[in-house]
C-alpha cells in the first residue's frame, strides 16, 4: 500500500516550521484528508495538527522507537487518509549529541522514505542561501531534499532572487514564500507555544493563516511532489498486542493536565482497558468504578488557583490513594501531586498532599533531553533493571519530598555518560517523577501497569 507522505523540516529551530506546517494541514485539508505527524517527544504542536486536520497527531520518534515502530504507527494512522504531513524537530539533522541518526527529522525521513521540504529563513542573505541549501542536501546523501520554502522574505522580487539563486546552483526545487510580519505569531509561553485547548479565536487564526500559504506558496506542487515520491513500506508481522481483563483507569484531564501521547492512551485501550476521563480543575467526584489513575503532565502552575480552589476532589484524591489505588504520574502529575506547588513569584498553592513536598517553578529550564530510565526497585511499572528510552522537559524541580527515588536516569552523548541522577518518587502502589514515558518504548511497561492495577483491584487494596 502506498502512503503520499512529506516533511516539512527546518535548518534550526524557529526558522518557523511549525508556522508553515500549520498552513500547509488547512490548505491541503481543503482538498484531500490529511494526516498529522511530528517528529519528536512533543505535545503542543501537535495538538494544533489535530485541531486543524481533525484527527489525531501522532508523534514518531527515533530514540523512543525503533524502525519497525515508526514504519508500523504511520502506516496505521494513515488509514483513510490521502496524504501525510511530517513536522520536523529542532534543525533537519539535529539528533543525540552529534548522531544525525538518533531522534533526528532526518532519521525519520530516512526511515519512511520521505522527500523533505526544508524551511529556510530568507532574511539578511541573497546568493548565500544557495550555500546553506546545497550544504544540507549534500550533508546526507540518503536524506531526500527535494524543496525548499523560504520564510520570512522581504518581497516578492527578494523570492524570486532567492529562488534563482538556489535553482541555479543547487537541485532543488523552490515552492514559494511566507513574507515577513504577515502573520499573528500564536504565543509561547515556557515549554514552546501556548496550547490549542487555551487558545482564543483559532479558527480565525488557522484560516488566517491557511489564506497567507495559499496566497505566495504551491500547495498543488507540494502535493504533487509526496504522490510522486510515494514508496510502499514494508513491515515484518508485529507480534499481537497483549490483552488483560477489563481495568478502569482515571485519567485526568483538561487544561493544566493534557500531556498524553494518543498512541500510548489508545494502546492502553487496545490491551482491554476503559478509560475514564477527570478534570482536576472542575470536576467534584472521581469517576467510579477506579482500578488505577493516570496523571499526565501539562501546565498545573498555569492554573494552580483553580487547582487549590478544587478542594473535594483533591480530597477524593487522596482518599483513594491512602486506600491503596494504583497510580502513575508524569512530570504535572507529580507537581500536581505534592503537597505545594509554588510559582515563580513564590506564591504557595496547595495540591494534593500526597507526597510530603514541594514542586518549585523555576526560571530555568532543570531538565531537558533523551535519557535511559533504570527501575531501581520492583514498581508497577516493571521489576527492578526495566529500562525504557524517556524525555524530560520542565521548568520546575522537586524539593524536601520524603518517597523513594526508583528512576536511575542516564544521559548520553556521543557514547559518553553526561549527567546520571536519581528520580522517581514511590509511595504506595504507584510512582510519579518527571519522565514522560512513550509506551512503544518499552511495551512490557503497559501491560505490568495494567496487571498492577488489576491484581491490586482483585485484591481489594
Not at 86 to 107: C, F, N, P, R
Request: aromatic residues 8%; hydrophobic residues 35%; contains cysteine.
Amino acid at each position: 500500500m502506498n502512503q503520499p507522505r512529506i516533511m516539512i523540516a527546518g535548518t534550526s529551530s524557529n526558522v518557523g516550521k511549525t508556522t508553515i506546517t500549520m498552513g500547509l494541514l488547512a490548505a491541503i485539508g481543503k482538498r484531500q484528508v490529511v494526516q498529522g505527524y511530528k517528529v519528536g517527544p512533543d505535545y503542543i504542536d501537535p495538538s494544533y495538527h489535530t485541531y486543524i486536520t481533525k484527527r489525531n497527531c501522532r508523534n514518531l520518534d527515533g530514540y523512543l522507537m525503533d524502525d519497525i515502530t515508526i514504519k508500523t504507527l504511520f502506516v496505521k494512522h494513515m488509514h483513510q487518509a490521502d496524504i501525510g504531513i511530517i513536522e520536523g524537530v529542532m534543525g533537519l539533522y539535529d539528533g543525540v549529541g552529534t548522531d544525525k541518526d538518533i531522534g533526528s527529522s532526518a532519521s525519520i525521513a530516512k526511515t519512511l522514505s520521505c522527500p523533505v521540504v526544508l524551511v529556510v529563513d530568507g532574511s539578511g542573505v541573497s546568493t548565500s542561501v544557495a550555500a546553506i541549501v546545497k550544504g544540507f542536501a549534500d550533508f546526507d546523501k540518503d536524506v531526500d531534499i527535494q524543496g525548499i520554502i523560504l520564510n520570512k522574505v522581504n518581497t516578492k522580487r527578494h523570492y524570486e532572487l532567492l529562488k534563482t539563486a538556489i535553482e541555479q546552483y543547487t537541485h532543488v526545487t523552490c515552492y514559494g514564500y511566507l513574507p515577513k510580519n504577515n502573520i499573528e505569531k500564536i504565543q509561547s509561553r515556557h515549554l514552546g507555544l501556548i496550547p490549542s485547548i487555551e487558545m482564543k479565536n483559532l479558527d480565525e487564526k488557522t484560516e488566517q493563516l491557511r489564506n497567507e500559504v495559499e496566497k505566495t506558496i504551491d500547495v498543488e506542487g507540494i502535493i504533487n511532489l509526496a504522490n510522486k515520491h510515494q514508496q510502499t513500506i514494508n513491515i515484518p508481522k508485529q507480534p499481537d498486542i497483549p490483552q488483560v481483563d477489563t481495568v478502569h483507569i482515571g485519567v485526568a484531564y483538561d487544561e493544566g493536565f493534557h500531556f498524553y501521547y494518543k498512541d500510548n492512551l489508545e494502546l492502553l485501550e487496545s490491551m482491554g482497558a476503559t478509560l475514564h476521563y477527570f478534570s482536576p480543575i472542575r470536576d467534584t467526584h472521581l469517576p467510579e468504578q477506579l482500578d488505577l489513575l493516570y496523571f499526565g503532565g501539562g501546565f498545573p502552575e498555569v492554573f494552580a488557583k483553580a487547582l487549590e480552589r478544587n478542594v473535594a476532589i483533591k480530597e477524593e484524591i487522596l482518599k483513594r490513594l491512602d486506600q491503596g489505588i494504583p497510580y502513575f504520574a508524569e512530570c504535572g502529575g507529580l507537581m500536581y501531586l505534592n503537597k505545594e506547588l509554588i510559582d515563580l513569584e513564590g506564591n504557595k498553592y496547595e495540591m494534593v498532599g500526597w507526597f510530603d513536598g514541594q514542586c518549585r517553578m523555576t526560571k530555568r529550564l532543570q531538565r531537558f533531553g533523551y535519557k535511559t530510565l533504570t527501575l531501581k526497585e520492583d514498581t508497577l511499572l516493571g521489576p527492578k533493571g526495566t529500562e525504557v528510552n524517556i524525555h524530560e522537559f520542565h521548568h520546575s524541580e522537586a524539593v524536601a519530598i520524603n518517597a523513594k527515588k526508583v528512576y536511575d536516569l542516564k544521559k548520553e552523548r556521543d557514547g559518553q555518560i553526561v549527567n546520571e541522577y536519581e528520580c522517581g518518587y514511590c509511595k504506595g502502589n504507584g510512582v510519579a517523577g518527571y519522565p514522560h514515558i512513550h509506551f512503544y518504548s518499552n511495551l512490557q511497561i503497559p501491560v505490568n501497569l495494567l496487571k498492577a492495577a488489576m491484581q491490586i483491584s482483585r485484591d481489594g487494596s
